[in-house]
């Protein structure tokens, strides 16, 4: 099986190059690249004008399955994740059951495998069941394919446990990717508290509440050694201590998610619980942090932490709604339009933060458009304009806060293992 | 003119001139209320429903007689908080009423953002009677209405507002309603109630309670909650009674014909000294006569009132 991609502009943050070349995947991997390559009985596959990048990595997904399949199951997450443009994504282990065993691990691969549209790359919890009591079988759920462990959702309350758990994970060579929320500064807020929580009357969530534990897991990680991202930084004063750990050397990573780098808790009036999200969405200071974050390189990466919820869930008073919007399938619009467009992030940038440097951070093979690679490719039209219409979505989530608007740069198609998985917002 | 909203679900964004149109509709209201035969037709043939998700006692009974006074047909539903969690949403709730024919929803709920939800998904007008520690908007026009009755006007009046405004509403439409007509609003009470931000919303925060007792021409003393203590915010009503309570040495920093309101129902002997409750200055009962007014002239509004004059005009 031969398909030829032609005329594209080649973007590959391995080696930094872009460049109009034309691309020849062969069984499944990438065999050649070069100025017009001749297709032979290849299928071609017309990118002219288009960008030709590593398939996109989402390390930061919640499929939902098993237990809340309402919401989402691996198969429409996978879907969603083709139609977004990504290749390969890493799944939460807040489920029920919690993904805290190998079994759990083994048996979401195997519905992903099945589902067939994308890699799907399990997170197992760091804790039992999440509970933040004991340490779950770290080694036994990297055996079975888990990528990074994570209590996503729920932060490991314990400055004790967290400790062991990264010189654990240390010693497996793995990530600990945290979820920094000190509950007892959270507690019951449900919005940024600022004047706008005033104003709305809502219970707020301070930014010292994501900033006294990113602090803490700063310090475990410098102490254990162990390699630690930070899972959606949403405050200024997350990303200044970031930077001056980085600077110091230690092994912190962190991402941040669309919506906390476009929108600011503005979009909670009005009371639309679609803006309902953890972290909550901070001040415009705060959306500047973060944009001068990724600019540095303080943020390496870009994850949607896509949580999708019923409509039923989402339809009630604001207090009462479940955290979370969904992200597989605005990533690219709001990465390009809020990042690329603006000039805040050259496109190489803006595809290293989705391929290469998510795919680091997991060990995954993947994420560089070397020959030999994995022909995981996603095409991107960056002048595309377009309309956010959730009733297309393949999410069986439809809680975003970003419909109706307007977004530049759509994913084209989506290729896995040389295989179009989608076309034009098709899923094949 | 009437009002431009179909609903009342706070005073952040209602302008001066609408505010001063329901105060003006009240002050006849007063007078029906004072009657001996206190009936008109005006509403005759509408029907009110109140909707209450949180105990109240004044409210409800107030909303209800403003109805009936304006021979409104009305109803009371109390669901319990306990069964929104497991049985019906408030907007299946909402549609159930309005399928039934009400002209006006009055709701009480415990969540900040219930009275928008609701107004988003009726065709009927929705009063909103208090939502969480968001807006209790007709508490503020009966409270303006009491001050302008008394004082003959709100512009340039020193108003301070002592007490828990972290999670008041009656606070917060008090602050919107007061600085829109003019009022200086100074706000004081323990840092760990008071809301951050709070001055943008145009009031100004003391540090001491002094400090915003100084010449007021109205006192509005805030109910606070014992759980406040249990949740940790302040040490306990012992303290708060010696640092925030308003006895008689305070009430003297403010302008000799001071104000001194409550929004009720009152601590006595903690947030407010008995005697000063039932002094010379308190209007508090008469601000329960006056949320009557109100409320009737907000349902007489709402209901289509004083817009026929809008084609006179």
Known sequence: MKLLIKGGTLIDPATGKVGELDLLVIDGRIAKTGVNLSAGDAEVLDAAGKLVTPGLIDMHVHLREPGFEAKETIFSGSCAAARGGFTSIACMPNTNPVADCAAIISYIRGRARKAGKVNVYPIGAITSGSKGAELAEMGDMQEAGAVAFSDDGQPVISAGLMRRAMQYAGMLNMTIISHCEDKSLASGGVMHEGYLSTVLGLPGIPACAEEVMVARDILLAEETGCPVHIAHVSTAGSVRLVREARARGIRVTAEVTPHHFTLTDEAVTGYNTSTKVNPPLRTGADVAAVRQGLADGTISVIATDHAPHTIEEKDVEYGLAPFGMVGLETAVGLVWTELVATGILTPLEAVAKLTLNPATILGLPKGELAVGADADITIIDPAATWTVDPEQFASKGRNTPFAGRVLQGLPYATILGGRIVMREGALA | ?313
């Open chain 2, 1 to 313: 003119m009437g009002l431009s909203g179909k609903d009342l679900v706070g005073l952040q964004h209602l302008p001066a001139e609408e505010i001063k149109l329901i105060l003006d509709n009240a002050l006849p209201m007063k007078g029906i209320i004072q009657r001996q035969i206190k009936k008109v037709p005006t509403l005759r043939g509408h029907a009110m429903v109140t909707v209450f998700y949180e105990a109240s006692t004044r409210t409800r009974a107030s909303f209800d007689l403003a109805a009936k006074y304006l021979s409104a047909d009305t109803i009371g539903i109390t669901a319990a908080t306990s069964s929104v969690k497991k049985g019906e949403s408030l907007r299946d709730t909402a549609r159930t009423i309005a399928a039934m024919g009400a002209d006006v929803v009055v709701l009480r709920h415990p969540l900040a953002g219930a009275a928008e939800l609701l107004a988003r998904t009726l065709k009927a007008a929705v009063i909103n009677a208090g939502d969480g520690a968001h807006e209790h908007p007709t508490q503020a026009l009966l409270d303006l209405f009491t001050v302008n009755e008394k004082k003959g006007r709100i512009n340039g009046l020193k108003v301070a507002i002592i007490g828990d405004i972290l999670h008041s509403r009656v606070a917060r439409s008090n602050i919107w309603g007061f600085t829109r007509l003019g009022a200086q609003v100074r706000l004081a009470g323990p840092a760990t109630l008071m809301p951050p931000g709070v001055e943008q919303m145009g009031a100004r925060v003391c540090g001491r309670i002094e400090d915003a007792l100084d010449g007021a021409d109205v006192v509005y003393i805030l109910r606070i909650q014992r759980e406040r203590q249990q949740q940790g915010l302040f040490p306990g009503v012992r303290e708060y009674s010696r640092l925030f309570g308003l006895n008689a040495a305070r009430l003297k920093l403010a302008v000799p014909d001071a104000l001194v309101m409550h929004p009720g129902p009152m601590n006595r002997g903690v947030e407010i000294d008995p005697e000063i409750a039932d002094g010379l200055q308190s209007v508090i009962t008469e601000q329960v006569t006056n949320g009557v007014a109100v409320r009737m002239a907000v349902l007489y509004l709402l209901t289509g009132g004083g817009s026929q004059h809008e084609i006179t005009y």
